[in-house]
């Protein structure tokens, strides 16, 4: 049996540089073409500063154990800014020792505060003249004369920034430092520098912006949220191959300056006026004589920490589709897709000539350029040309929510080749795949992808278009399954649980945005709040990270503890603000809260949360409140049975809502529940097979109709294509999520102009449903992270074939089936060192073969087998399979 170790990963990244955390923990994959592969046993060596391993630094031994992701490094203490070599091997189930694997590293960045020497500086004075809005640009030149081993520069902002070195700009990392709740929590990025130095005059420069910092931010018209000064800190640490060492650090011997970008917001957009660009600002050769002092501030270091998600980065390009001459006479730019980040543009014009680019989502029914829905939000760019040739631009420290864009004082002809529609998120890895035969299903899966790519930059924001933005945790963690097969989300959400844990209020409570920046609302809400616990118990069940929950669990149980102190009944929660089922469609006109009572909403999810912190508890030993917990969901359910339930067990609430969260979260005794479920099916027939869900019960209605027994109907209600359904919007033209299900009517008018946005992924929950009961690819809470599988793919009359994968901890997953004339196939992938579940519904165990003929039950790779009631169980090694049926 032949194997491989590969795809080593420390803390979920390859090489990482900076990193503060001092056990990282090493994950790996096994690549076998057998089958049945399973790990037995594990060797790791580290080294220190030795590529070659010729001088180990810990041994791990062989440890035997199945386990091959996050293993806690557990040698000598770690160093700060030091790099560590680690390679690893594996035993398996044949008892042979796999070859090393390929070297990988991980770099330590700072580990004690105390390591920043330099201090945070900004803009001294300026002239009366200057455009207070203009964003700063410092720089400094320094010199040394001996051969450069290596360098790293360590940099954060109070404000948004980017830096360079010797005329290049350092890395392709954008919005940095990132969003995180700055008082508390700022983060600095890492970055090799070695090839950028030279030994003669050098002269490294940063450009600052407000970003979220200071800039305006949330749709209360609010500024300076976090602080009133720009600021830059960095450190450059410079190694020479004689072992000495130069470090160089912001202090007051920079200078400052302001240029060509006059106004650079998050929802504004810019202003630049290219006439005012010094060239050649960050070279080492530039007189700045005319530059000013800056001035030195005092502002904690206490709050630094290492880089902890995957950065900002421009992802891809896509080329404009065409140019519109809209009815009223505007040019517009047709992206062809909703996306967001910019234009990058390239002109030739005379000097002092305005061009205005004004970004916006949507054409009006007339077909003319619509940015009602923008609210305050002006997304706009002035570039003013300097003349003299072809000039390009692209914007600084702001990004756009866009399909189109309107152009005015454009000079001469248009030429698409001169527009690049530049596309950024967070640079988080693609995991999942999900195609079928019905196109409009593909469709619905690439508006949620594309949901995903525009709404998770640096945090899981509501829109990326109007004056918000922001971190709504309802959204998020109804969301966070579905992100979390599409793309590798570890980090992502990792850091921002961090930040709500931070933002977390002193009486428990969550406030609806992370970061918090919605300073007259400290109240908290039910089914948002509770991401404080679904979040973390999410992370733990797709990527089986118990760090998270040993992390989150004090915020986890000052929430609960949070929802038992309110009101007279610690059962119950009927009290405070709560947002109900936000948007339901069984509203009251002009409101947007659904019919659902907002007490049983609250009470459900006050029960759900308290019953995931019980097995959380229980998965961490603490064993005290693993009782408590479990004893007061016992004494949840009793009350909401009595509160929310008839004598029969029916509920007294008659919405769909009502009866999805009562259950998905098994609130019912286990006799009523299927009665409950017809209830709800009969609700969405009775409706003409629509759904009224809104925010809250949306993510759970196909899940909860396939448990128990209405996959067919879940599959009709995904497949509706009139108004309300997912389909509605795409027949609409729709190429991303839309916030309302009819954000445009029929008639081609909007919803409305105060909260539509048309690039908002919380509907987009139903792409779990795709992967998990169509596909039919899901993990075991036993063995989280997918260590163990379980595939039960279902096979309703309306798609003919389906394919999909997911890119697991452990290697690929694939779950494909087609309907063929005479029976049907199926194609499955299990990674090794995992195992699978596959449960193959209304199949006699005497019509399956694989493709070899051979019969099934005499199979390799097959662990036991078994058949009731026409569906067949199948446990299988890892392996590729190949089923005809």
């Given at each position: 049996m032949d194997y491989k170790?590969?795809?080593?990963?420390?803390?979920?990244?390859?090489?990482?540089?900076?990193?503060?955390?001092?056990?990282?923990?090493?994950?790996?994959?096994?690549?076998?073409?057998?089958?049945?592969?399973?790990?037995?046993?594990?060797?790791?060596?580290?080294?220190?500063?030795?590529?070659?391993?010729?001088?180990?630094f810990w041994d791990s031994g062989k440890v035997e154990s199945d386990q091959s992701v996050h293993i806690l490094y557990k040698g000598p203490d770690l160093s700060s800014r030091t790099r560590y070599y680690y390679r690893v091997r594996v035993w398996c189930n044949d008892s042979k020792v796999s070859e090393w694997s390929d070297v990988n590293f991980w770099e330590m960045g700072f580990l004690d505060k105390s390591e920043w020497l330099g201090s945070w500086i900004t803009g001294e004075f300026f002239p009366k003249s200057t455009n207070i809005d203009s964003c700063l640009m410092l720089r400094k030149t320094f010199t040394f004369n001996k051969k450069v081993r290596k360098a790293r520069l360590y940099a954060s902002a109070l404000g948004l920034y980017e830096i360079h070195l010797n005329g290049q700009r350092i890395g392709d990392w954008l919005f940095t430092p990132g969003w995180t709740s700055y008082n508390k929590r700022l983060q600095y990025q890492t970055y090799d520098v070695t090839e950028l130095l030279n030994n003669e005059v050098n002269a490294?420069?940063?450009?600052?912006g407000n970003g979220w910092y200071k800039g305006n931010l949330a749709f209360q018209d609010q500024r300076n949220i976090y602080g009133q000064e720009l600021a830059l800190l960095c450190q450059l640490h410079i190694i020479f191959e004689d072992g000495t060492e130069d470090i160089v650090v912001t202090d007051e011997h920079w200078k400052v300056a302001t240029g060509p970008v006059l106004m650079s917001e998050i929802y504004h957009g810019e202003t630049y006026d290219a006439r005012l660009e010094r060239e050649g600002w960050t070279q080492s050769d530039y007189l700045d004589t005319d530059w000013a002092g800056v001035k030195v501030i005092d502002h904690s270091k206490d709050v630094l920490i290492a880089q902890e998600n995957m950065p900002t980065r421009v992802i891809e390009e896509l080329n404009p589709a065409s140019i519109i001459r809209t009815p009223s006479g505007?040019?517009?730019?047709?992206?062809?897709?909703?996306?967001?980040?910019?234009?990058?543009?390239?002109?030739?014009?005379?000097?002092g000539k305005k061009i205005t680019l004004q970004h916006a989502e949507v054409l009006d029914k007339e077909g003319n350029f619509y940015v009602g829905n923008l609210r305050a939000a002006k997304q706009t760019i002035n570039y003013v040309l300097k003349g003299g040739g072809e000039e390009e631009y692209e914007p600084y420290f702001s990004f756009y929510g866009f399909r189109y864009v309107k152009i005015e004082g454009w000079p001469g002809e248009f030429d698409l080749n001169d527009f690049t529609a530049k596309v950024i998120h967070s640079d988080n890895q693609i995991t999942g795949t999900f195609v079928c035969s019905d196109h409009m299903i593909n469709q619905l899966q690439q508006n949620i992808v594309w949901s995903q790519k525009g709404n998770f930059l640096d945090v899981p924001t509501d829109c990326p278009q109007r004056d918000e933005r922001l971190g709504w945790t309802g959204d998020a963690h109804v969301f966070m399954r579905t992100?979390?097969?599409?793309?590798?989300?570890?980090?992502?959400?990792?850091?921002?649980?961090?930040?709500?844990?931070?933002?977390?209020?002193?009486?428990?409570?969550?406030?609806?945005?992370?970061?918090?920046?919605?300073?007259?609302?400290?109240h908290s809400s039910s089914a948002w709040g509770d991401a404080a616990v679904i979040g973390p118990w999410t992370l733990y069940v797709c990527y089986g990270d118990k760090r998270i929950l040993e992390e989150q669990y004090e915020s986890m149980k000052d929430w609960i503890e949070y929802i038992r102190n309110q009101g007279e009944n610690e059962y119950l929660w009927n009290t405070g603000f709560h947002f109900g089922d936000w948007l339901g469609l069984d509203a009251k006109e002009d409101s947007y809260e659904g019919a659902t009572p907002k007490d049983l909403i609250a009470t459900a999810f006050y029960a759900y949360s308290t019953h995931l912190l019980g097995e959380i508890a229980r998965l961490l030993n603490y064993n005290g409140d693993?009782?408590?917990?479990?004893?007061?969901?016992?004494?949840?359910?009793?009350?909401?049975?009595?509160?929310?339930?008839?004598?029969?067990?029916?509920?007294?609430?008659?919405?769909?809502?009502?009866?999805?969260?009562?259950?998905?979260?098994?609130?019912l005794q286990i006799e009523d529940r299927p009665k409950v479920a017809d209830a709800l099916a009969n609700l969405i027939i009775e409706n003409n097979i629509h759904l009224t869900t809104g925010f809250v019960g949306t993510p759970?209605?196909?899940?909860?109709?396939?448990?128990?027994?209405?996959?067919?109907?879940?599959?009709?209600?995904?497949?509706?294509?009139?108004?309300?359904?997912?389909?509605y919007s795409i027949n609409k033209?729709?190429?991303?999520?839309?916030?309302?299900?009819?954000?445009?009517?029929?008639?081609?008018?909007?919803?409305?102009?105060?909260?539509?946005?048309?690039?908002?992924?919380?509907?987009?929950?139903?792409?779990?449903?795709?992967y998990r009961s169509v596909a039919g690819i899901d993990t075991t809470i036993s063995q989280p992270g997918y260590k163990h599988i379980n595939i039960s793919p279902s096979f309703e009359k309306e798609l003919s074939w389906v394919k999909a994968s997911y890119e697991s901890m452990y290697g690929t997953i694939r779950s494909e089936w087609k309907k063929l004339s005479k029976g049907m196939e199926i194609s499955l992938a299990i990674p090794p060192n995992t195992k699978a579940t596959v449960i193959l519904k209304g199949i006699s165990n005497r019509e399956i073969i694989e493709r070899d003929d051979s019969v099934i039950i005499d199979m390799e790779g097959l662990l036991d087998w078994n058949f009731d009631e026409g569906n067949i169980t199948l446990q299988l090694g890892s392996g590729e399979y190949n089923f005809i049926i």
């Open positions: 170790v590969e795809s080593l990963r420390c803390e979920y990244r390859k090489n990482p540089i900076g990193l503060d955390v001092k056990r990282p923990r090493i994950s790996w994959k096994i690549s076998s073409n057998y089958r049945g592969v399973v790990q037995v046993a594990y060797q790791i060596q580290v080294a220190v500063n030795d590529r070659n391993l010729s001088s180990v490294i420069g940063a450009h600052i505007e040019t517009v730019l047709d992206i062809g897709q909703n996306m967001v980040g910019w234009i990058h543009f390239k002109v030739n014009g005379v000097r992100a979390s097969f599409n793309m590798n989300t570890a980090l992502f959400f990792t850091k921002w649980l961090r930040d709500l844990k931070a933002d977390q209020l002193p009486n428990g409570g969550v406030p609806h945005v992370i970061p918090h920046v919605l300073r007259d609302e400290d693993a009782e408590k917990y479990v004893l007061l969901h016992h004494n949840i359910l009793d009350h909401f049975r009595n509160e929310f339930t008839t004598s029969n067990g029916s509920l007294i609430a008659n919405t769909q809502t009502a009866h999805v969260l009562a259950l998905m979260f098994d609130l759970y209605i196909c899940h909860v109709l396939s448990r128990f027994g209405y996959s067919d109907l879940a599959y009709k209600l995904v497949f509706q294509k009139d108004y309300p359904s997912w389909l033209g729709a190429t991303t999520i839309w916030e309302h299900w009819d954000g445009i009517k029929e008639d081609g008018s909007f919803w409305s102009d105060d909260m539509n946005s048309f690039n908002h992924y919380a509907y987009g929950a139903v792409g779990d449903w795709l």
